[in-house]
């Protein structure tokens, strides 16, 4: 008869933990949709898949739903809370297993302009224009206009412009065009790409790039 020592289940139960807390940090991420700034494409309460890899074997391209870092872009760096050590690592394990809310430095956005691109609003026709070819945006939550007010920017090297799918509901780039950013994102503070919707069960399917920004050419 095998016999079992008393260390054998804690032992499991905590190699289990430095898995999930790898994968997370490394591969994918679950995280849990805040805000309605992204209707109706995620929803308030959605579970989503962030995958971390996946910027490693493609650029980031437009079109994509991700989840960034907003610091000293969106929120400014003595806004971002401080946390004990003890504290961080209840967060960090709740938010791996996506039963914590992500924090309130973290967003998640549509990229609609890369570095080089030219972003403005609108034309006569009230749609947004990249590099002076119109987007048809089937993602807009029903009802809202590509902006409610007029921009032009240009996103420099290495900087991503993102708005949110909920256009009068999104506080994206065009609310921050004032700042010392200008309204633009950081490539290295994305933290990975929307994937799929994993949580309620209703709502599961991929997130996918709509067409029209392939016809967008730099």
């Keep these: 008869m095998l016999k079992h020592s008393r260390w054998d289940l804690p032992l499991t139960l905590l190699g289990a933990l430095v898995f999930v807390l790898l ?84 967003f998640v956005k549509r990229v609609v302009g890369i570095a080089g691109d030219h972003v403005q609003c609108c034309n006569e026709q009230g749609q947004l224009l990249v590099n002076g070819i119109a987007l048809s945006e089937p993602y807009l939550y029903p009802g809202d206009a590509p902006s409610g007010f007029a921009f032009n920017a240009i996103v420099p090297e290495g900087k991503l412009w993102v708005m949110g799918d909920h256009r009068s509901q999104s506080a994206d780039s065009r609310a921050h065009l004032a700042d010392p950013g200008g309204g633009m994102v950081e490539e290295s ?30």
């Design 23 to 106: 994968a997370t940090a490394f591969i994918a991420k679950p995280y849990s949709i805040p805000s309605g700034s992204m209707e109706n494409t995620l929803q308030v309460g959605d579970r989503v898949l962030v995958n971390r890899m996946v910027y490693h074997v493609r650029p980031i391209e437009r079109g994509d739903v991700v989840v960034f870092d907003g610091t000293d872009s969106f929120v400014a760096q003595d806004a971002v809370p401080s946390r004990d050590p003890v504290t961080g690592l209840l967060t960090t394990i709740g938010q791996s297993f996506g039963i914590i809310a992500p924090d309130g430095t973290d």
């Design 189 to 218: 503070k994305v933290i990975g790409r929307v994937m799929a919707v994993v949580w309620p069960p209703s709502r599961w399917g991929s997130v996918t790039i709509p067409e029209a920004y392939a016809k967008v050419a730099q």
